[in-house]
């Protein structure tokens, strides 16, 4: 994989400094929010799962966070300042605790005084996050600059736009149903072994995507699970397919892949994913791949490594699954990356930083959670789903 390590960023852990629940939040029930508001946040309103909200104190100062059982006993017991890690918390170390901090969820001492979110993260970092490396990384930050420059309030509203830069206009021809019956058509077509009649795959259509899973596909482990996007334009995605599929189906670390099945997906970057074992099968994979899609017109997924540093193969991990999942709960990369750059971004925004100082903090949140954002390679894994959910 491309992609140096990232910037060197000061480790609350490493001191043993002193941490508390931010008092800012109150933690409250599900029940205190109207049936609407619990089916948004849990999907369901009788969810075990959940532990709860961590609510402002004031309405101006942050935003409502959802929260895992685990996430809620931390908050309880840190009430009472304590110095990490502990053999209480022996897993709160490094990106966990940055990512906490970050969240505006954990404050820490520095200097007499405790703090928490941007303020801190600027406060504990020992070095500026690097210019970006590559056509990917530049798009991310042009990401950055565009949700900063719409001067959005709510967080959610932030990390949508995150999330959907780069997509692609529909064009009126689009829209009917003409072409999208076209479009669907060239994309079976372009399964050249229909995999699914094999012995190892499944395959079938999961809206919006059609879809080639393992026979065998285990239980998702408790480790983050590597994915290889592939981004070519719009127009180039059938021939690209048809050109990866041997491979991808013959590749031994392949888990499954998607592919766009309606327009609304073709127009995405992210319109081609494959899911992989491990981060040595993704490597394998890439290089067999690179050869044989070389000159493809290039889209380019933000927010992801490029493996080329032209675009066109780039990876991420998705999160690990938590034991007390929830489907509502389950990250994938970007939208892990996107909540939390978004949170940068909306905190940034509440202390009066405007343009480049904005940006920057939006960078160093995402470099305290384990990113080097010069790249957008992960130099931890990701927290994992549903523990810090919507942070």
Known sequence: MNGRPGVDVGEPASDRRLYRSNPRYVLRGLDDLDPSQRQAVAGTSSS???GGLLVPAASEDGTIKVVSRSLRSLF????????LPSPAWPALYGEELGDLVGAE??????????VT????IAELATGRPAPPV??????????IAYAESLQLDAQADIAARLYTFHRVAI????????YGD????????????????????????????????????????????????VSPTPEHLADTVAASVPLIAEAPGVIGWKVADTIGAMVRPDRFVVYLESERA?????????????????????????TGLDGLLSWGLDPAASPDRHHALVDSWRTWVTARLAGGLEQARRAGLTGRQAHFAALQRIQAAGVDPSTWQPTAEPVRAGERSAL
């Open 182 to 229: 076209a479009f669907r058509t060239r994309m079976r077509r372009a399964m050249p072994h229909r995999p699914g009649s094999g012995p190892r795959w499944i395959e079938g259509p999961n809206h919006p995507w059609r879809t080639c899973r393992r026979r065998d596909l285990p239980a998702r482990a408790e480790r983050s699970t590597p994915k290889l996007y």
């Open 105 to 114: 969820v954990l404050e820490v001492q520095i200097a007499d005084r405790f």
């Open 171 to 178: 064009r009126p021809a689009w829209r009917t149903t003409e």
């Open 134 to 143: 590559g056509r990917l990384a530049t798009l991310s930050c042009d990401a």
């Open 282 to 306: 993704l490597q394998d994979l890439a290089a067999a791949l690179a050869p044989v899609l070389a000159g493809t017109d290039v889209h380019g997924v933000p927010f992801t490594c490029d």
């Open 48 to 50: 075990p799962i959940l």
């Open 117 to 120: 979110g941007v303020e801190a």
């Open 76 to 83: 309880e017991q840190l009430a009472v300042p304590c110095r």
